[in-house]
């Protein structure tokens, strides 16, 4: 559930977990120190790049570069898991992970073995807001490539022996669930902060939907969300004009249709600090994540609250990081993170400690938050942070992949390439006085939610006095 805005550093924030994927580029926090920071709104130029929108509703876009002899072919549906019908929770991954194992021509098998003889193979990935399908490989091989590619997508064979093996795997992947606690924390905060909206469901989904899920489920997915009109067709690398016109006709042949007026109901509203603390014995060690509802994307305070998070927990120099890893010695890792999606992502303070320390580590991360929230920023703390930014940036878009998939993003959620283009001089205008207004204007450290998962008779008594606490199994979340 969290995964963006602290990692991926160009377009949903500093992001992580994008299978395609990483669309941004990855900096781990022991390498900030190593982001240059003299980037100038002059020191680089995104590669040129050529927006076309067919009859059918399709954005193509095209970015021509014959720097290596590689080709590479991807496309975003703008669907993801939040599309998934009630009871019919992770029908998006799933049906992802079957497209591409068979068209009507090709059985996986063929399919495999062709892209494997290429060198290649298929990459995606489902996120809440989008399913993303790519494939690349040598520049020779582009009419190939191709081919398999467009067949793929718009000729889905959903075969029902692939469907069955890939639920297998889906299930085989939910058991493990318990060896994973930081991912199972993130999903069950998800859970606890949504309710009932569709940012609740994990992508990959719950059993007892995913053992409902059949191939008819799968054809009507997909007439629901891979239409030509829902969609943006990226093509990158080597290719000739004669290649790109054989692509629009292609495509072009794919018919729109209608698309459905996209809604989400509101999270539920809730008041003070509220406390799960999922109870599950064998633990030895805490997952611990602080959050409220964050931003959605198109937010105008967008880039003044990832100057914000940087500060607070988007780097290893952070507040979080100095006082409760650094100065008290609490955890090996603290950090904050936005998810700005279609609709308001969670804001989100993740960390981990020993059972015996759970309470102070909570408070102290409270702390450090609240006087966050009351004092603000200092005009240095801002500068850094921008320098940060500005530095890593060119790495983000410095392929003609990693610009494509970004522009891709663009479309996703209504923002224009202004937001590339001009990256640089609109984090230069940022000032303190903009990131302190942006602080006060959506956070709120006295209404949270917390998920604590630990060994309950560790850690509950240190937590009784924090919050409005309730226990659950750590079978009952899922």
Request: hydrophobic share 40%.
């Amino acid at each position: 559930m969290i995964h963006k805005f602290s990692i991926i550093l160009v377009l949903l924030g500093v992001m992580v977990n994008v299978a395609c994927s990483s669309p941004e580029v990855v900096l781990p926090p022991e390498k900030v120190s190593s982001v240059p920071n003299n980037v100038s709104a002059t020191s680089f130029r995104l590669h040129d790049y050529k927006v076309e929108e067919l009859e059918n509703g399709l954005q193509v876009i095209f970015i021509e570069d014959h720097t290596l002899p590689s080709i590479s072919y991807g496309i975003l549906i703008k669907d993801g898991s939040a599309s998934d019908p009630m009871a019919k929770s992770g029908l998006a991954q799933l049906m992802s992970q079957v497209l591409v194992k068979g068209s009507i021509k090709m059985s996986a098998a063929e399919i495999a073995d062709s892209l494997g003889q290429l060198g290649t193979e298929f990459q995606r990935d489902v996120s809440q807001d989008y399913m993303w399908f790519q494939v690349n490989g040598l520049s020779q091989h582009s009419i190939a490539l191709f081919t398999i590619f467009s067949d793929v997508v718009l000729h889905p064979r959903f075969d029902k022996r692939e469907l069955e093996r890939e639920k297998n795997n889906i299930l085989a992947a939910i058991k493990q669930r318990p060896d994973h606690p930081d991912q199972f924390a993130s999903d069950a905060f998800g859970a606890y902060l949504y309710g009932s909206h569709p940012y609740a469901r994990p992508v990959s989904g719950l059993v007892s939907d995913i053992n409902s899920i059949s191939r008819t489920d799968l054809f009507r997915a997909y007439k629901h969300n891979v239409k030509p009109n829902n969609a943006v067709l990226v093509v990158t690398g080597d290719f000739t004009k004669g290649l790109s016109e054989s692509i629009k006709n292609k495509f072009g042949e794919w018919n729109k249709q209608d698309l459905s007026q996209k809604a989400f109901p509101v999270p539920p509203p809730f008041k003070g600090v509220n406390i799960r603390l999922i109870d599950k014995p064998d633990l030895t060690q805490s997952q611990i994540i602080i959050g409220n509802f964050g931003i959605k994307r198109s937010d105008p305070d967008y880039l003044r609250l990832r100057v914000a998070n940087i500060i607070l927990g988007g780097n290893f120099s952070s507040r979080l990081m100095e006082r409760v890893r650094v100065n008290l010695g609490l955890t090996y890792g603290i950090s904050s993170n936005f998810e700005a999606e279609l609709d308001r992502g969670p804001f989100a303070i993740s960390t981990f400690t020993k059972n015996n320390s759970v309470g102070s580590t909570i408070t102290e991360s409270l702390n450090v938050f609240r006087k966050f929230y009351t004092e603000g920023v200092s005009k240095k703390e801002v500068e850094d942070a921008k320098n940060f930014l500005m530095g890593a940036f060119p790495r983000a878009i410095e392929t003609p992949e990693r610009l494509a998939f970004n522009l891709s993003l663009l479309r996703l959620y209504g923002i224009d390439d202004d937001y590339l283009k001009n990256f640089v001089s609109h984090v230069e205008s940022i000032t303190a006085e903009d990131v302190n207004l942006a602080i006060k204007q959506h956070l709120d450290p006295e209404d949270l939610k917390i998920v604590v998962l630990s060994k309950a008779s560790d850690s509950l008594e240190q937590i009784r006095t924090l919050g409005l606490l309730e226990v659950k199994s750590f079978n009952e979340i899922f």
